[in-house]
């Protein structure tokens, strides 16, 4: 019995690719994928190693972006872009257009999480700004009707977005736990423990909603951040 395939829920898989195998992907075949998402950081091996903190990541990534789009996944890359290495985005999108994506989502990177703690690596600033998506232009141009080229979204035009719409997905991270989705800090159950229909009708469905998570909101700052984040403290926060 597989009730996620057999109600025709459709997926996302977020993924580095560090896991993917062969016989991963082909189990994941039956399934009903909006698409397929492998995150590679940079052109560069040794770029993307010391940015994801692991030798031989940019391998598994390129590897698992092969594995996916070869056995006919909805692939879309997802790329981080900071001031080291805006200078290779159109390297890298060639790239992700050689892997066989059919799209790449390019960005600068969000200020969540760990990564507030480390800003100072990150940039906003209007110059770095503007040649990325001078780039992310030129590139669309070049390569329409091959490759979707893609933005990220500003990541309090995401949480708005989100808050005012009704909810559609959650997200299931690897231990289980359902997260509202890949930046908010609230857990609202675990796989593993109870039913996903019991946990997306108790608080899935309405949880954007929630008191704690409204109050949440209303505390960020105009760049997404929250103060606890600023004394470089996650949070993990269990809603019901």
Request: glycine share 8%; aromatic share 8%; proline share 3%.
């Amino acid at each position: 019995m597989d009730p996620l395939h057999e109600d025709g829920t459709g997926f996302v898989l977020i993924t580095n690719g560090l896991l993917v195998t062969k016989e991963i992907v082909k189990k994941f075949k039956k399934y009903n994928f909006y698409w397929v998402q492998v995150s590679i950081d940079d052109v560069l091996e040794a770029a993307h190693d010391e940015f994801r903190g692991k030798i031989g990541s940019w391998d598994k990534a390129v590897n698992a972006a092969y594995l996916f789009s070869g056995a006919g996944f909805p692939l879309r890359i997802a790329h981080a872009v900071t001031p080291d290495n805006l200078s290779r985005l159109p390297e890298m999108i060639d790239l992700a257009y050689k892997l066989g994506a059919s799209s790449i989502v390019c960005g600068s990177v969000m200020l969540s999480g760990r990564a507030v703690a480390n800003k100072g690596l990150f940039s906003n600033e209007e110059e770095f700004l503007h040649e990325l998506y001078c780039i992310i232009e030129q590139s669309q141009c070049q390569y329409r009707g091959k490759i979707d080229i893609l933005t990220s979204s500003d990541l309090m035009m995401d949480i708005n977005r989100k808050k005012n719409l009704p909810n559609s997905a959650v997200v299931i991270r690897p231990n289980g736990d359902v997260r509202m989705d890949c930046t908010m800090p609230f857990t609202i159950g675990n796989v593993l423990q109870d039913n996903i229909t019991d946990i997306w009708r108790n608080l899935g469905s309405n949880c954007w909603d929630h008191e704690i998570v409204t109050k949440y909101i209303a505390e960020l700052d105009e760049f997404g951040i929250h103060p606890i984040h600023k004394n470089h403290q996650d949070l993990d926060i269990k809603l019901g």
